[in-house]
């Protein structure tokens, strides 16, 4: 079974930055897509930005709300992708969580769905 666990969650003053990390432990073969959303109580869980898949031509994708702040990528060498996130505002207080769409070696050869717990960013004003 893969396990997902995102981490550099934190508190910040606005205008700062946090890199979180989603990493995945297990025999992956290969990462179709990875995304990461963000939720506030209350809300619905929003998506921040993705990387590959279908729905995105396989390129990065972005909320309007982040665009030219936050950068998703990832290490396939070490199983973990990224969301670098500069300038950040107190609305972009949430937690965050990983999303990943692989192909491992517990799936029988189909992409599974896998999210991580989330990290809870906090961005104060």
């Known amino acids: 079974q893969v396990q997902v666990v995102e981490s550099g969650g934190g508190l910040v003053q606005a205008g700062g930055s946090l890199r979180l990390s989603c990493r995945a432990s297990?025999?992956?073969?290969?990462?179709?897509?990875m995304a990461w959303y963000r939720q506030t109580p209350g809300k619905q869980r929003e998506l921040v930005a993705t990387s590959g898949g279908r729905e995105g031509g396989g390129g990065t994708n972005y909320a309007d709300s982040v665009k030219g702040r936050f950068t998703i990528s990832r290490d396939n060498a070490d199983n973990t992708a990224y969301l670098q996130m500069n300038n950040l505002k107190p609305e972009d207080t949430a937690v965050y969580y990983c999303?990943?769409?692989?192909?491992?070696?517990?799936?029988?050869?189909?992409?599974?769905?896998?999210w991580g717990k989330g990290t809870l960013v906090t961005v104060s004003s």
């Open positions: 297990g025999t992956i073969f290969q990462f179709i897509k």
């Open positions: 999303n990943l769409l692989l192909v491992s070696a517990y799936g029988l050869g189909s992409p599974e769905d896998y």
